[in-house]
C-alpha cells in the first residue's frame, strides 16, 4: 500500500512531464490514453487526472508565488500543456489485458519516443517503463508505464518539460510525495 501511493505520484510526474515533451516538438497530438474500461470495471480504486493547458493555468494560480515550493512548482507547470493520469488498483493480482497496453505502446515508437529506462523486479513482479520524446536540447513528452501484480498506472506530460524541476510538483496538483532516487 505505501509503495501504491508514492508511486502514482512518481508516475504522475513523469507521464505530466511527456505530454509537455509533445507539445513543444509540434508533434501534432498527445498521447492518446485508451479508456481501459476493462480496468475500471475490475479496480477497486480508480484515479483519473486530466489537465489541460487551461486547467493547468487555473491550477497554477492556486499556488503561492511568496512560498517557494510553491513558486518552484508554479515554474514546473508554467510550459506544461497537459497531464494525464490514469491509475488502477486491485484487491487481488489482476492481469492488465494485452491489447489495452498494445494500444498505448504503439503510440510510444522511434524517432519520436525512446525508452529511457526499463525495468523489472521478479520478486515485485513489477515493470516499470519511462518513456521520453525529446528534440536535441529539450525535453517534450514524458511518459510513465508501471504494472505491478494490483495496480497499474499510466502517467503522461506534455510541454516544454523542465526535468531539473520535475521533483518540485511534489505535494503540488495532487501529485504526492515522491520516492527518494538511489
Given at each position: 500500500m505505501?509503495?501504491?501511493?508514492?508511486?502514482?505520484?512518481?508516475?504522475?510526474?513523469?507521464?505530466a512531464s511527456a505530454a509537455a515533451c509533445?507539445?513543444?516538438?509540434?508533434?501534432?497530438a498527445?498521447?492518446?490514453?485508451p479508456a481501459f474500461d476493462s480496468l475500471r470495471a475490475k479496480a477497486s480504486d480508480t484515479v483519473v487526472i486530466s489537465l489541460d493547458a487551461d486547467m493547468l493555468k487555473l491550477a497554477g494560480q492556486f499556488l503561492?508565488?511568496?512560498?517557494?515550493?510553491?513558486?518552484?512548482?508554479?515554474?514546473?507547470i508554467r510550459g506544461l500543456t497537459s497531464i494525464y493520469v490514469r491509475s488502477f488498483s486491485f484487491e487481488k493480482p489482476y492481469q492488465v489485458p494485452s491489447t489495452e497496453i498494445a494500444t498505448l505502446?504503439?503510440?510510444?515508437?522511434?524517432p519520436r519516443w525512446q525508452r529511457v529506462v526499463q525495468t523489472h523486479s521478479e520478486a515485485d513482479h513489477s515493470?516499470?517503463?519511462?518513456?521520453l520524446a525529446a528534440d536535441t536540447e529539450h525535453a517534450r513528452g514524458l511518459v510513465i508505464i508501471v504494472t505491478e501484480p494490483r495496480e497499474f498506472t499510466v502517467v503522461?506530460?506534455?510541454?516544454a518539460i523542465d526535468l531539473a524541476?520535475?521533483?518540485?510538483?511534489?505535494?503540488?496538483?495532487?501529485?504526492?510525495?515522491?520516492?527518494?532516487t538511489p
Open positions: 505505501r509503495c501504491v501511493h508514492r508511486s502514482v505520484g512518481w508516475r504522475l510526474l513523469c507521464v509533445l507539445s513543444s516538438l509540434g508533434l501534432g498527445e498521447l492518446r490514453l503561492d508565488p511568496s512560498d517557494p515550493g510553491d513558486a518552484n512548482a508554479k515554474a514546473a505502446r504503439s503510440q510510444l515508437a522511434a515493470d516499470v517503463d519511462i518513456y503522461s506530460i506534455s510541454g524541476r520535475l521533483h518540485s510538483l511534489q505535494g503540488h496538483l495532487g501529485v504526492p510525495s515522491l520516492p527518494a
